[in-house]
């Protein structure tokens, strides 16, 4: 069993494992809120444009933790709003202009990064590298999850009227147009804290596919965010490990156990599992011409019948 413990000695995997286990489980429960709102596509834009807010931050303020936090947090947010600007003060649709920016943002993240002062592994941003956490990326990362998991828990019921029926919920009170500030707000900050051990691009998966993969299980709600949260953090823990034990990427690893985990759930969940309902209807097809048969099929000639 000395390749389980192995890891625990060193330092970083500890450090590691603990900032995979808080972002896993942060991210897991707030993909339930991004699946049913279908923000997967506002989820894409805003992690590729955290890059120039990272490039800038750096190039001002050096390679430290607090300019990379402030620096994709302002870049994420403007990139957000300005799409909904050019959305509102022109024809152009909200994905659209948000198809635009994100890409010109993240084509300016390259190149502002190639000015930067200090030496920048540019495949650390964009795929990730949480062996390299630090204590104060282990404190932004915990701060993050303090603020979104309180608050998703609380304004559950506000947050999911919203998502299913604004008009119901603007009648009863409501704020709307806060609550929903207020979520992008948080997926910036989740996509953040998410970084170190993702990157820019493999944020979407770890940010869609847990609650994606327990839709496929249940219709509850309470089972898509809690359930959500324990499968990022089991599947980011597992990705950890197996990056560790086969020397490959731990951001790829994490985003590639959570799809396997996907697919699994696609083809095999017991309710909605393309594999199960085909075996499901050819069982029930098979019965029901089994019975049919029964019913049409001519009575059988009595002994007595045949003698005469």
């Known amino acids: ?27 897991g429960c707030l993909s339930a809120f991004i699946v049913l709102r279908r923000l997967a596509l506002m989820a894409d834009a805003l992690s590729h444009s955290l890059l120039p807010g990272l490039a800038i931050g750096i190039i001002l303020f050096g390679l430290t ?20 600007l050019i959305s509102r003060s022109s ?30 592994e540019l495949n650390h941003y964009l795929f990730g590298n949480i062996l390299g956490l630090a204590n104060a990326d282990l ?13 998703l828990v609380i304004l559950q019921r506000p947050l999911l009227l919203t998502l299913f029926d604004s ?44 609650a994606a993969t327990v839709y496929l299980f249940s ?19 597992l990705g950890l490990f197996i990056s560790y034990w086969l020397n490959l990427p ?5 985003v590639l156990v959570l799809g396997f985990a996907f697919c699994a759930a696609y083809l095999f969940s017991p309710r909605y599992g393309v594999l199960t309902k085909y075996f499901r209807r050819r069982h029930f097809h098979e019965q029901s011409l089994a019975r049919w048969n029964r019913k049409i099929a001519p009575p059988a000639e009595s002994p007595a019948g045949q003698a005469e």
């Open 65 to 84: 933790p607090s300019s990379l936090f402030f620096g994709a947090l302002v870049a994420a947010l403007l990139v957000a709003l300005g799409a909904e």
């Open 250 to 254: 731990s951001g790829a690893c994490i």
């Open 1 to 27: 069993m000395t390749w389980l413990t192995e890891p625990f000695r060193h330092e970083f995997m500890q450090r590691a494992l603990f900032g995979c286990v808080l972002i896993g489980f942060t991210n």
């Open 167 to 210: 008009t119901v919920a603007a009648s009863q009170g409501v704020r709307v147009g806060a609550l929903s500030y207020l979520l992008l707000s948080m997926l910036v900050l989740s996509m953040i804290s998410s970084l170190q051990a993702v990157g820019v691009v493999l944020a979407l998966g770890l940010l869609t596919a847990p």
């Open 91 to 120: 024809r152009v649709k909200e994905d659209t202009s948000l198809g635009i920016l994100y890409t010109v943002a993240f084509s300016l993240g390259i190149v502002l990064l190639s000015f930067a002062k200090v030496r920048i």
């Open 219 to 237: 219709d509850s709600f309470p089972a898509l965010f809690w359930g959500g949260g324990i499968l990022g953090m089991a599947g980011s823990s």
């Open 139 to 151: 404190w932004i990362i915990f701060g993050i999850s303090s603020t979104i998991l309180p608050l």
